[in-house]
């Protein structure tokens, strides 16, 4: 439907290289805390950007409306900024259009009511018998649209659903994250039940001195990881700028062979466009292949600059950031979350990451707090909730000291493009640099 | 802008709102990144909105939209109270809002150049040259600057006839060099890290930080912290430049003492706070000489403005006072609890988000001498500068900052830098260790416009006053 918009743009900069990118959405979230809804928006959003680059020189405008004055404005002003900026020596053209191969994703797009999704808060506050509970659900239902003069026309939709919840006990807290398709494909009440309990679970903790730990980490920790790991050097701009992990490592053993990453759009789990923000069909990369250093993710620009093809993985153009990984997944291994905690003598199950940032791109060390039910495990058992604790860590050091991986994935609540799909994992010799009040 | 916000309010109003507010914005964003002498990045982004927030049934609903058309703006207003009455399904008690004085105004921030009128060709050639003299530095392989400007006009009307339009221009920009040799990056930053230094100015903001004079030393230091061993891991003295003392006090003072926090309403998101709404009056923050402002009057301040978006005049409150916890930052609803009126900090990012508390200017308040007295007062310990990293825990005790530059001090003098610095600290601890702020001739307010909180996030831009002070026994070179 946006599309004759994006084609008027194009028809109207004739014999320019034009590139118009649109994205629309319509985003309805029920953000509830104190066990009632606190906060309710329904917001319809619009954005759409027009690139012309006038021998290797760019221009971009974007605006949120799209009347014929408002496009023919915008298009001249584009042009006026391209001709007073610096061509770009780099510049490879616009893509050309490129089969995308990926299967459409069975999204059921709707429009839910208020009400319904009020109901859906109620079934989870009601399921958390008298616990607070906070959290928020989300409808997001968004539309890109991507044109270019070398023929690119392109529309995809995706719809989704989130829950992300905090159940709290007095002094104690459990958390929830489920991102699925369809709104029924959301079990409100289990959720609640698994916040409950953990929170129950997690009162009086005790104080544990920081120091190096096994650790069984639940999924939505080991999605921190993944996910910080895929901001700092899997980009081949990144690389090419010597300021990735990868640097010399190509080919290289970088974590424990039970180690594979892949960004991998066609996984059945995976969610998110088609195609990335050039137009140009996302590909499955395998990152990290049984622990060793396999291949790079490429825009069009990078691709053409280092000889490959790209691999779909393209922000919008021109940007600082480069190609990173859209699809991050840890491939499953064959344990359960129960064998890795009965398999540890004395360890810490941590159930998430909080506040994690990055201290070190090129050792990969970033540092955080676990949240919402950190235990002792002793023996095989979870005996202790502990107070919240500071992690100062390698993720490649804690990838090599990788024990056993969880037989199922989850998708991560952190993520930095689309969910990131990740199983638990035990870990040894995981560093614990401080402790909470 | 009147007709479409009385709309939008009316229709709100007849569809059964008790309370209605509305904010129409057109906005412009204009940013521009070079990295080593080719402009990476140009935006340039013009937009327009409506946000429409009601009450209805004693509960909150908001909706808002891009598309001004009138039927739009019909359906987003009725849509916005549906949404409300949805909300009622779970509530509690109504909501109810301190009391507000009806104002009509306009306001407008001192602006001596529009920065959209400085052609475009005349910032990227600043940027240029700046990229250009750092990557002639040995080792400096990557050298970026950026400037940002913001221009905003925004009309705020509500169903108690309070009728403000707001003009607002804000600038920022900065300069940085990255060090790289055999797997290691090192980056300095000038005015800051993050694009450098941002207030609500207009482009004589970037004339006076004078990027060009400042590029050659920084990329000098990325250069030699190349070279330079890493920050020892002990427990000793530390002193924080100014830019480093406003993050502290961003992520250690200004999140924990905003009232929604305090009470629950971000807990699923970033956490709550280790402060109780019973502290005000009792807690001891910090050491006596710890003094915190909320100041949104500050002339140039980031989180400077005339009234918030509830209304609400900008405001000067005491937060800390001689290192005792004596206020929060408000909005109407959560003063309302405290049998208060709001202090004014209540703002949305854009028209397409609901307004919550966010901090205005947060300031340590100046104490006294200079950086160099402090020094010399210091006969051994280690001075940080310039934020690299931050974190801390979900109630805002337990941090750890990264900094890009460390230099250690013995029998009162800089001597040889240090790479990798970090701290840690338990918040009241930490300010408890506090004793010595430098004086009004090293205080600056230092401009933070990524501020995130809320779901959907939110990014607010907040100034905070600071100069370096001076904190006694703190762990620092974690690893």
């Known amino acids: 439907m946006y599309l004759d918009s994006l084609s008027y743009v194009i028809d109207k900069a004739k014999g320019i290289d034009t590139e118009c990118f649109l994205i629309s959405n319509r985003r309805i979230l029920t953000r509830f805390a104190n066990s009632y809804i606190h906060q309710n928006v329904s917001v319809d959003d619009m954005e759409l950007s027009i690139r012309v680059v006038l021998n290797g020189k760019n221009g971009k405008i974007s605006v949120n409306q799209l009347s014929k004055d408002t496009l023919d404005s915008a298009l001249e002003r584009a042009i006026e900024i391209a001709k007073i900026t610096p061509p770009d020596p780099d510049y490879p053209g616009l893509p050309t259009p490129a089969a995308v191969n990926i299967e459409r994703q069975d999204y059921q797009i709707r429009d839910i009511k208020p009400e319904v999704l009020a109901q859906k808060v109620k079934e989870f506050i009601d399921a958390t018998s008298n616990l607070n509970a906070s959290g928020a659900l989300e409808i997001s239902d968004t539309t890109i649209a991507i044109a270019n003069s070398n023929g690119i026309a392109l529309e995809d939709r995706l719809f989704t659903v989130s829950l992300e919840a905090v159940v709290q006990d007095g002094d104690s807290s459990g958390y929830v994250y489920s991102m699925e398709k369809n709104l029924e494909d959301i079990d409100f009440i289990s959720l609640a039940k698994v916040a409950s309990d953990k929170a129950r679970m997690g009162r009086n903790p005790v104080e544990l001195s920081p120091g190096y730990y096994t650790v069984v980490l639940e999924p939505q920790a080991v999605g921190t990881l993944v996910s910080f790991l895929g901001l700092m050097g899997f980009g081949a701009k990144q690389f090419a700028e010597g300021r990735s992990f990868l640097v010399g490592k190509i080919g290289e053993k970088i974590t424990s062979e039970m180690i594979s990453i892949w960004d991998y759009p066609s996984h059945t789990r995976a969610i998110g466009f088609l195609f990335d923000f050039e137009g140009l069909p996302r590909r499955d990369v395998v990152l990290i292949d049984k622990g060793v250093a396999k291949n790079l993710v490429y825009d069009f620009k990078y691709a053409k600059k280092m000889g490959k093809e790209s691999t779909g993985n393209g922000l919008p153009q021109p940007n600082t950031d480069g190609p990173i990984p859209f699809n991050l997944t840890l491939l499953p291994g064959e344990s359960s979350l129960e064998e890795m905690i009965a398999s540890t003598k004395r360890g810490i199950l941590v159930t998430r990451f909080h506040y994690t940032n990055i201290v070190d791109p090129i050792k990969t060390v970033i540092t955080g707090m676990t949240r919402d039910g950190t235990f002792l495990i002793e023996d095989g058992e979870i005996t202790t909730p502990v107070k919240n604790m500071r992690f100062t860590q390698s993720i490649l050091e804690a990838l090599s000291s990788t024990e056993l991986i969880g037989k199922e994935l989850f998708r991560s609540g952190e993520h930095f493009i689309y969910p990131t799909l990740v199983p638990a994992l035990k870990v040894n010799n995981f560093q614990f640099t401080g402790v909470t009040r | ?479």
């Open chain 2, 1 to 479: 802008m009147r007709d479409i916000a009385y709309m939008a309010l009316n229709t709100a109003l007849e569809y059964g709102a008790t309370f209605c507010e509305v904010r129409v914005i057109k906005s412009r964003r204009q940013g521009i990144t070079v990295k080593n002498e080719l402009v990476e990045e140009l935006i340039d982004r013009v937009e327009e909105g409506i946000g429409i927030r009601v009450i209805a049934n004693g509960s909150w609903g908001f909706a808002g939209t891009s598309f001004l058309d009138k039927s739009n703006i019909i359906e987003t207003a009725q849509k916005a109270v549906k949404i409300a009455l949805a909300s009622s399904l779970t509530k509690k008690r109504n909501v109810e809002l301190s009391t507000a004085k009806k104002i009509i105004a306009t306001w407008r921030n001192p602006v001596k150049i529009n920065p959209f009128e400085v052609p475009l060709d005349k910032k990227v050639s600043i940027l240029i040259e700046a990229t250009r003299i750092m990557t002639r530095v040995k080792d400096v392989k990557i050298a970026e600057g950026s400037m940002d400007f913001w221009e905003t006009e925004k009309l705020f009307v509500n169903s108690e006839g309070t009728e403000i339009f707001q003009h607002i221009i804000e600038s920022g920009g900065g300069i940085s060099a990255y060090g790289i040799r055999e797997g290691d990056v090192q980056r300095r930053s000038y005015p800051n890290s993050f694009g450098g230094q941002y207030e609500t100015r207009g482009y004589e903001l970037i004339e006076e930080i004078k990027l060009l004079d400042n590029a050659q030393r920084i990329a000098e230091e990325a250069s030699a912290l190349l070279d330079a061993p890493e920050c020892p891991s002990t427990i000793t003295t530390l002193i924080l430049d100014g830019s480093q003392v406003a993050l502290q006090v961003h992520e250690s003072i200004g999140h924990p003492i905003e009232l929604d926090r305090i009470l629950g309403m971000e807990a699923s998101y970033a956490g709550t706070s280790f402060i109780s709404i019973n502290d005000k009056g009792r807690l001891k923050y910090g050491s006596k000489i710890m003094n915190i402002t909320a100041d949104a009057t500050l002339p140039g301040g980031l989180g400077s403005f005339g009234f918030d978006d509830e209304g609400i005049p900008a405001q000067r409150v005491d937060i800390v006072r001689d290192g005792i916890l004596v206020g929060f930052l408000t909005n109407r609803e959560t003063s309302y609890i405290l049998g208060e009126t709001s202090n004014g900090t209540c703002r949305a990012d854009g028209w397409r988000n609901i307004p919550i508390i966010r901090m205005t200017n947060i300031n340590l308040e100046p104490g006294t001498g200079t950086l160099e007295d402090l020094i010399k007062d210091t006969d051994e310990g280690i001075f940080m500068s310039t934020n690299k990293s931050w974190s801390i825990d979900d109630r805002r005790l337990n941090f750890q900052f990264g900094l890009e530059i460390a230099w250690e001090i013995k029998n009162g003098k800089l001597t040889r830098i240090l790479k990798n610095p970090n701290y840690t600290g338990i918040t009241p601890e930490f300010w408890g260790s506090l004793d010595a702020v430098c004086g009004s001739s090293e205080w600056k307010i230092w401009g933070v416009p990524n501020c995130g909180k809320g779901q959907p996030g939110q990014l607010a831009h907040v100034g905070h006053g600071t100069s370096p002070a001076r904190f006694r026994n703190v762990r620092v070179g974690v690893r």
